[in-house]
């Protein structure tokens, strides 16, 4: 080590900056900085002017560019860099998308920024690079920094010092609420529609003239949210009120159905365009806020592509300037109120929009307000400004009138004035010794112009004299009495309602808030086209739907080892019940069967079914079918189809079974069928009066048939008038009737006897 190298001396030894703080104290305290600089500095609105810091500086920087509407534009780089360079030190990108949302009209129901360019669209595509762009400020932009240069809000310094920027602004413009808001803070977050300036204003003056005002009573005058999309919202009046009472509260948003060039008014309100021969299509003429258009059309298209919509054949975009998506039904059958409630429930065109009037007030402080207390503190705020602006004026005022009065005594004593300048050599003490002048006025009276000694300057500084006296007086007043400012602060309102009135173009309400009528009693079954099918199941479990009903003694290919178990008609409407051994129903819709070009699919690839168990029946479920339910133990009871319906894959438990017992009949019961015949292993038959078997719908049921040794083999029923049937076997499929069947009646439970001459050797019926 060279002799000149030096250590490092003590007090610059870097571990002296660690200090020693347990670990959650320092971590909570830094979060809790961090989660206030988000609540105040980023995320929630200012109640006064409605805008995030963010927004509040490219608007700023905007003016500082001199952007006013009369003027030309400039492109969006400078504004975005002069924004990040001078007062938000924060990525171009995030800013540049600030800017371009304040230009969308179908994001702001105002813009405060009017854009020259590919400002992005309601489809949901992006604006193009900020160096392809420009803007400049809206009129309701200047609206809102009406006022910045006549002392109404402090200015402080920027993040580097170097430049001012206003804390808020102070234009009676009420943004806040025209515009809305939404953001996520830590712990906190806000979502404020917009709504009409001109109700914004009317519930106002209510609020100015009646500081008692009811909150149903302001509702009257606000209504409820007016998106830039337009729409309806498709809540009732006093749910909407409850909302704004709290500031807490949601509401459901809708598109809405329109179609421009129907020829009857009430087809217009509808949305449906008639096409001759009693076809016709819908036409959706607005969407929900925030929905891209883009992505709505998608969805109606997937949910087509999927068989959620079947009733709908096609949707097509046509919009321009205007939205236009179309809809063509699958026929002219189709119910036009059914298409709109399934286009509810399955897209984007029906949406839930959080209330949530989070902002932060004139103290900084985040707080959710009902609508009254927002109006209230909204108006304070106001008042605030005005009495900020009036005092300024006066002290304007104040010093122009000590001037006007210099250069009046200068007039009356104009020659002796023109003689101290010329001969004294300090003629500014002469002067404010002789005429008693203040500093200020003798300094005006040497910088004026010999061109201002006409005699009718002297009249004009009169006049202004009195007009100055005049104004200020009328300020002194209005600063001294609340009564004045208010009345003041509804004149200046009302002005402003005439600029956004409901007959301007940008005044008109465009969301409708309506109570949407009972939703049509709809299932998704109510969808499903009907039509015929043929439905095959295997011995192992293998499920397949050909379309059409084909001869069920047909041969159908099965794989190697397999053969049928059941084949049936149906159609894709029904619903296919498959009763196991173990007792439990699962449900199957015929529409769901895979095809049947090949083998079909395994059940279990849908249903949750035991692997050990067996299908024992497959029935087609209609209202009100009876069955007859039993197992090998001889116990059975009757059940109807609608309580046997499962809504989930695993099934549901109707036979309960013990031990090795096994379900094995499940039987519909024809209508006029009276009596039940049973059969044993046994080979012994009973019958008895259907009467006697009871209805549940889950259990164990009760004896059928009483066996010394094996169990049930088949049960079924039947008209005892007309006899009881079986097929003989046989290629020709022969059935044999034995019509004297009282022989074998008894009560249930018996153990009955040997059946008629003939009857099937394997026991079934």
Request: net charge negative.
């Amino acid at each position: 080590m060279a002799a000149d190298d030096t250590t490092l001396e003590p007090e610059n030894d870097p571990f002296d900056a660690i200090v020693d703080a347990p670990f959650d104290s320092a971590l909570s305290e830094r979060y809790l900085v961090y989660a206030l600089s988000t609540i105040t500095a980023r995320s929630l609105p200012d109640l006064r002017d409605g805008l995030k810091p963010v927004h509040r500086r490219l608007l700023w920087a905007m003016r500082q560019l001199k952007l006013d509407p009369s003027s030309a534009f400039k492109k969006s780089a400078r504004v975005v860099g002069d924004v990040i360079g001078k007062y938000h030190p924060h990525g171009d990108a995030s800013v540049y998308d600030a800017m371009v949302r304040l230009a969308q009209d179908f994001a702001l129901r105002y813009p405060l920024v009017e854009g020259q360019g590919n400002f992005g669209n309601i489809d949901g595509d992006n604006a193009a690079a900020y160096r392809y762009t420009e803007a400049r400020l809206t009129k309701t932009a200047l609206r809102l920094m009406e006022g910045l240069d006549e002392g109404t809000v402090e200015f402080i310094p920027t993040y580097n010092g170097e430049e001012q920027e206003p804390e808020i602004f102070p234009g009676l413009f009420p943004n806040l609420l025209a515009n809305g808001a939404s953001g996520i803070a830590v712990g906190m977050a806000t979502n404020i529609p917009s709504h009409n300036v001109a109700e914004i204003v009317d519930a106002t003056l209510e609020v100015i003239d009646n500081p008692h005002v009811e909150h149903a009573r302001l509702m009257e005058l606000f209504k409820g949210p007016d998106f830039a999309t337009g729409g309806i919202v498709a809540e009732s009046a006093e749910t909407v009120a409850a909302a704004y009472e709290t500031g807490r509260g949601s509401f459901r948003v809708r598109g809405r159905f329109h179609a421009a060039e129907a020829d009857k008014a009430e087809d217009r309100e509808e949305g449906i365009e008639r096409l001759g021969g009693g076809q016709w299509q819908l036409v959706i003429g607005e969407i929900p806020y925030q929905v891209q258009k883009g992505k709505l059309i998608e969805q109606i298209a997937q949910a087509i592509a999927d068989r959620k919509l079947p009733i709908l054949e096609d949707v097509r975009d046509e919009s321009d300037e205007q939205i236009r998506i179309v809809l063509v039904p699958r026929s002219r059958n189709v119910d036009p109120e059914l298409l709109k409630e399934s286009l509810y429930k399955l897209t984007d065109l029906e949406t839930r929009f959080g209330l949530n009037l989070n902002v932060l007030d004139a103290s900084r402080t985040p707080m959710v307000m009902g609508l009254k207390e927002l109006l209230n503190n909204w108006t304070a705020s106001q008042i605030d400004i005005l009495q900020r602006r009036s005092q300024h004026r006066l002290d304007q005022i104040a010093r122009r009138l000590e001037l006007v009065e210099g250069y009046i005594i200068a007039f009356l004593n104009l020659d002796r004035v023109i003689e101290i300048i010329r001969y004294e050599d300090d003629s500014k003490a002469v002067m404010m010794a002789e005429f008693s002048l203040t500093d200020r006025q003798a300094e005006a009276i040497l910088n004026m112009r010999l061109r201002s000694l006409r005699k009718l300057e002297e009249m004009q500084l009169r006049q202004e004299k009195d007009d100055l006296l005049k104004e200020q007086d009328e300020l002194e007043k209005l600063l001294g009495s609340p009564a004045r400012q208010r009345t003041r602060l509804k004149r200046d309102l009302n002005a402003l309602r005439k600029e956004y009135g409901e007959d301007t173009v940008l005044g008109a309400r465009r969301t409708s808030i309506q109570e949407a009528a009972p939703a049509v009693e709809f299932s998704m079954d109510a969808m499903i086209e009907k039509e015929p099918v043929t439905v095959i199941l295997s011995q192992k479990g293998w499920v397949r739907g050909a379309k059409g009903h084909l001869p069920l003694d047909q041969d159908f290919k099965y794989k190697e080892g397999d053969g049928p178990a059941f084949v049936l008609h149906a159609q894709t409407t029904d619903k296919l019940l498959l009763a196991t051994d173990k007792g439990r129903f699962f449900t199957l819709g015929a529409d769901k069967l895979p095809g049947a070009r090949g083998f079909g699919e395994p059940l279990r690839n849908t249903l949750d079914i035991d692997a050990s168990a067996q299908i024992v029946a497959v029935i087609v479920h209609k209202p009100k079918q009876r069955l007859l339910l039993a197992a090998d133990t001889g116990k059975g009871f009757g059940a109807v189809t609608d309580d046997l319906l499962a809504e989930t894959r695993k099934g549901r438990q109707v036979v309960n079974l013990k031990g090795d017992a096994k379900m094995v009949v499940a039987r519909t019961i024809e209508p006029g069928h009276d009596h039940v015949a049973c059969v044993g292993d046994n080979r012994k038959l009973v019958v008895f009066n259907l009467e006697e078997l009871p209805e549940l719908a889950r259990g164990q049921g009760v004896t059928l048939q009483r066996y010394r040794d094996g169990g049930l083999s088949d049960a079924t029923t039947f008209t005892l008038a007309e006899g009881l049937s079986w097929t003989m076997g046989g290629k020709e499929g022969r059935t044999r009737t034995e019509g004297e069947m009282w022989q074998w009646k008894v009560a249930r439970g018996g153990a009955g006897r040997m059946p008629p001459q003939g009857f099937p050797r394997d026991n079934r019926f």
